[in-house]
């Protein structure tokens, strides 16, 4: 059983920085997406921003020009770099990894981001 541990999240003021990591227990053969979706407070999850193998990453618009997924597929480790962090920002954040057989998520980092 694969596990994604997330971390990198904590509080920082408007306009600040963070990079996020998640990583793998375990080498992931046939990867073909990787992504982080975030989850403020009583609302729905939203993906923020994915890879599909052999294409460009995609974001929510939200975030276009503010953050950058990234991977170290020696490593198994996905990055988002987050900058221009926005109080609107503020959520719990989830690593995904797609297979196509499995789909393997974290348990999440909270990001916070105060006025």
């Known amino acids: 059983q694969v596990q994604l541990v997330e971390s990198g999240g904590g509080l920082v003021q408007t306009g600040g920085s963070l990079t996020l990591s998640c990583a793998a227990s375990?080498?992931?053969?046939?990867?073909?997406?990787m992504g982080w979706s975030r989850q403020a407070h009583g609302k729905q999850r939203e993906l923020v921003a994915d890879?599909?193998?052999?294409?460009?990453?995609d974001y929510a618009d939200s975030v276009k020009g503010r953050f950058t997924i990234s991977s170290d597929n020696a490593k198994n480790l996905v990055y988002l770099q987050m900058n221009s962090l926005k109080p609107e920002d503020t959520a719990v954040y989830y690593c995904?990894?797609?297979?196509?057989?499995?789909?393997?998520w974290g348990e999440g980092t909270l990001v916070t981001v105060s006025t």
């Open positions: 995904t990894i797609d297979t196509g057989l499995n789909s393997y």
């Open positions: 375990r080498s992931i053969s046939r990867i073909n997406r």
């Open positions: 890879m599909i193998r052999g294409g460009s990453p």
